[in-house]
């Protein structure tokens, strides 16, 4: 027989990730609701993401008139490269981006006393406060492309590859939310730190690139250090078959929780500077 005490605990293990999930669900319903008030700006951001993406598409349209192949990459796996990619980015963009942007406020403006009182977790609430219901559609475009790059490619990729290719982008997602929510924790010291944020931001460029196009400490750096081109790249190796060592497939699922791991460490730290806004 349970002591009421081990009760009281066991529905505590039991309840908090109901609890949690409800106040998802309510930041969801705050989000859709601040969209739908200002719609313009809602359909407006969607038409400028799209255009950009085509900008992308035809580019590689244009670049291949001239050649054949990049690097060992044909037009249609080049355009599965961009598609994964951009979807990846814009469900980061949808989950985390601006949540990540605005932790730096939060500090300046000692709004983040308020979340440090509430009986939730902080940094959950840092994170999710604000969804970007607009970037869901472009990541359903995004989809889109890649369905359609594979089948002009003849792919027919397994079950098992698929949910590789879906478990890896999370893994991605993860990586890029990991790394910018860390960098984001440098606001606790400097004034404002939105810059670095989007200047990581702004290399989501590389990671529509093919790895095999780079040489030297460019790739390292950029598979390794900021890994751009492994977080593209691995998943539409595995949906392609171009997969050259399984390995890549563990360091990638590794790295995203290393740096999830590394993100906490930082936030902790940051965290115990942290002395409120009007101290």
Known sequence: MHTPHQRRLASAATGWPKRYLSIY???????????????TNFILWIVVELCWFSLQLTFIQVLYLHT????????????????????????????????????????????????????????FLVSVRQIDLGSFVNAAIAGGVIVYAARQLGLAPSAIQILLFLMLCVAGILIHYSMMFLLATISFWAVRAQGMVYAYYNLFNVSRLPDSAFRGWFKVVFSFAIPMLLVSNVPVRVLTDRLESPASVFVLMGMSFGCLILSELGWRFSLRRYTSASS
């Open 68 to 123: 054949d192949s990049i690097a060992g990459w044909s037009k249609w796996q080049v355009v599965l490269l961009i598609g994964a990619s951009h979807l990846i980015q814009e469900i980061f963009q949808a989950l985390f981006l601006i949540n990540c942007v605005n932790l730096s406020e939060l500090v300046r403006t000692g709004k983040l006393d308020f979340l440090l009182l509430l009986p939730v977790n902080t940094r």
């Open 25 to 39: 669900a309510m930041l969801w319903r705050n989000s859709l609701v601040r969209e739908m008030t200002f719609k």
